[in-house]
């Protein structure tokens, strides 16, 4: 079958495959710096084009979706279901992490020459983390954080909760200027949001090619070997992932959406194609709004409002592996967390997920805090780090997949999922 005949799908699935083939082969032979400079620059330039799309996209679809709601209570009404979603998914991630955690025991039979091993060749990536995290501003800093100052400094700096909060007060009093004011602004938004679209169109055209360069990048860095000694804690994270997307967001749709488990995770795929080879809520944002909308059935106005504050704020999957990886480090030290400390990670967790950046290795940052709140050594990330990578690929999957089900459940409960478009299509 021709290349052109495939659709999109299948198309990134085969690079996929054919670049984890490729990286492991490199990897066995020795080419790691030939990937890394001749292959890896294609999925670089990838990312930074999709992700050059995210914040006009993301600030031009919010302010259309709120201001055409036209009815304050209504946004209330969809905003309120919307954190409702996001909290209670997070909460049941990080405790199905802990539950997995606290039977399998990952790490309590790591033995101390690979823990060694491992700590020193991680060293300065580790320390990097912890000066990172170590500045990160307080709970009550954040909140007001959210307020920008300027917000053209906010656009600049690619500070999306600042640029989510002015797109939806912009959107709001929108709602509250006379239509023949408010009506040119809005159409300009319009205009601007279908050209971020259509661009994205011609960017995943090289998906195929920039997901086969980013994956053979990745194996060919990372090999087997450190794979097969910490082979047990990755699996638990993975068990965690595929449970809580099988059973938490299966019912939700099936329960809540009403609509066809295998209708939704067909239709949500290339999203999640994306986010596993880009390891980027962020990046993903405007597959997952296609995806929400075309094959799912979700209006503008509610994709347009509830996925650019899911890839801001909704980290189900790196909630989940904050879990694991914090009593799994706990394990190797020889530290037995009690029920109270166990309940701080789910507090800390959940609110360190809030503000988080939709960004490639934003849950390591996330887990020192998780670390810090409950004493156990910030030393134990170096364990780790050389699978946070591959793991990031997956929880993103995951964060891009929760982002999703929850559109559909609160299209759903307005009453304005539009089922006849599920399935429809499922390329783009």
Sequence with gaps: MRWTKLTLPT?????????????????????????????????????????????????ASLLVGTASLNDIRKLGRIGIRTGVYYIATTVLAISLGLILANVIRPGASLPDETKTRLLESVSDDMEAKIDQVRQKPSLKDTLLNIIPGNPI???????????????????????????????????????????????????????????????????????????RVLAKYALVVLLGLILHACLVYSMAVKVLARTKVRSFF?????????????????????VTMECAEENLGVPREISSFALPLGATINMDGTALYQGVAAVFIAQVYGMDLNLGQQLTIVLTATLASIGTAG?????MAMLVIVLKSIGVPIEGLGLILGL??????????????????????????????????????TEM
Aim: aromatic share 8%; charged share 15%.
């Design 11 to 59: 198309q990134i699935m085969l690079g996929l495959i054919t670049g984890a083939i490729f990286g492991v082969i490199a990897n066995r032979l020795g080419w790691h710096n030939f990937v890394v400079s001749t292959i890896k620059p294609v999925g670089t330039a990838f990312v930074k084009l999709i992700t050059m799309v995210v914040i006009p996209l993301v600030f």
């Design 153 to 227: 400094e906010a656009f600049a700096e690619g500070k999306m909760l600042q640029i989510i909060f002015f797109a939806l007060l912009m959107g709001i009093c929108l709602t509250l200027v006379p239509t023949e004011r408010s009506g040119p602004v809005i159409a300009f938004f319009e205009g601007l949001n279908a050209t971020m679209i259509q661009m994205v169109h011609v960017i995943m055209k090289i998906a195929p090619y920039a997901v086969f360069a980013l994956i053979a990048a990745v194996t060919a860095d990372f090999g087997a070997e450190i794979l």
């Design 266 to 286: 067909k239709g949500i795929r290339p999203a999640q194609l994306i986010a596993f080879s880009s390891s980027s809520s962020s990046a993903a944002l405007p």
């Design 359 to 363: 960004t490639p290795g934003a849950g």
């Design 388 to 425: 946070d990578r591959i793991l990031d690929m997956c929880r993103t999957a995951v964060n891009v997949t929760g982002d999703a089900s929850c559109a559909m459940v609160v299209a759903s409960m307005d009453g304005r999922l539009v089922r006849e478009n599920q399935n429809a299509k």
